[in-house]
């Protein structure tokens, strides 16, 4: 595949010298800077508010694309996972990958006939709160936007992104945003760049776990502000930021794998600002203040990226939408 021989682009963009229908884009995963849990929606799910900003590690896609009507009768995905070992094993390769599934929901938006071929090099943990595979999905659709020529802009791509699954559409946006409801409306925000140390374990919480031990426990709602983590990104006041971090799946979660609270304990004493749990774990992001270096064994350092292009709300049309680099974690924490 002609991927495999090419040069970094900028994200998004196609290689110099390459072929038109190839492109290459870097899928940023996520770290969460605060994540409320307002409570049950009626059809089932959980009510959320959370500030997800995107980091420096990545998943790095090669897509390889084109669409015509008038060339092509059919549509044909394929994909292709590479990676290390322990990083690719629980990565599906059948229709229920959210990079396929991505696709599959454009094609269907567009009534696109072509193909899409796609080399997926995973960087990102699964099942580790990043928004691994939310992210590789986000830039699938970013990229088949470009290469199918769709022509469609960041609110229908979140739209669709919202079918695909919860974080999809915030992870479209490509920068800072606020997510509601189940994550499908999404608010992006001005927020500066910040260095962050994160903590990866060797092994995986699922999202519904996390949930559901949220209800098992009667965990309260909403103890954090929101808006004093909102101002202090805007603001780049990094002490104000590590006071304000929270996640509401942070209690039953810890209460299942202490090992989170320690670790966070650890990052705290040699030197971060604050810590907290990403996503639904098990994750550690740890702030870091200028001064700070914390080199512990187990951990990578990371930058959020940042955007300074606050916009409105990104909205699907149908709010009822079903929404379903290093590698340290085999090491321990010091």
Aim: contains cysteine; proline residues 6%; glycine residues 10%.
């Amino acid at each position: 595949m002609p991927g495999r021989a090419m040069e970094r682009a900028d994200l998004g963009d196609p290689v110099s010298g390459a072929d038109p229908s190839t492109l290459r884009i870097d899928a940023n995963a996520k770290i969460n800077l605060t994540l409320r849990v307002i409570g049950h929606r009626p059809d089932g799910y959980h009510e959320l508010e959370t500030l997800m900003v995107p980091i420096s590690l990545a998943d790095r896609l090669d897509v390889h694309a084109d669409a015509d009507p008038k060339r092509f009768r059919t549509l044909s995905l394929s994909l292709e996972v590479t990676g290390q070992a322990d990083l690719i094993r629980d990565v599906p390769l059948g229709e229920t990958n959210l990079v396929l599934a991505a696709a599959r929901a454009l094609a269907e938006h567009v009534e696109a006939r072509g193909f899409a071929h796609i080399l997926l090099e995973k960087r990102v943990p699964s099942a580790a709160g990043l928004g691994g595979g939310s992210a590789d999905a986000a830039a699938t659709l970013r990229a088949l936007n470009r290469l199918w020529r769709c022509g469609l802009d960041t609110k229908a791509l979140a739209r669709i992104g919202a079918g695909v699954g919860s974080d999809v559409p915030a992870l479209v946006a490509g920068q800072a945003a606020v997510a509601q409801g189940r994550g499908e409306f999404v608010r992006p925000v001005e927020a500066a760049s910040f260095e962050w140390v994160l903590r990866i374990f060797p092994f995986g919480v699922r999202t519904a776990d996390a949930f559901r031990w949220w209800d098992e426990d009667g965990c309260p709602s909403g103890r954090g502000d929101p808006a004093a983590v909102i101002e202090a990104v805007r603001s780049s006041d990094v002490n104000a930021l590590g006071r304000a971090l929270f996640n509401d799946l942070e209690e039953p979660v810890v209460r299942r794998y202490p090992e989170i609270r320690e670790a966070k304990e650890v990052l705290v004493a040699h030197g971060a600002a604050g810590a907290v749990m990403c996503g639904s774990g098990p994750t550690v992001a740890a702030l870091l203040p200028e001064e700070a270096d914390v080199s512990l064994r187990g951990t990578i350092r990371v930058g959020s990226l940042s955007a300074n292009r606050p916009g409105g709300w990104l909205a699907p049309h149908d709010s009822n939408v079903d929404l379903r680099d290093q590698n340290p974690a085999s090491l321990p924490l010091d």
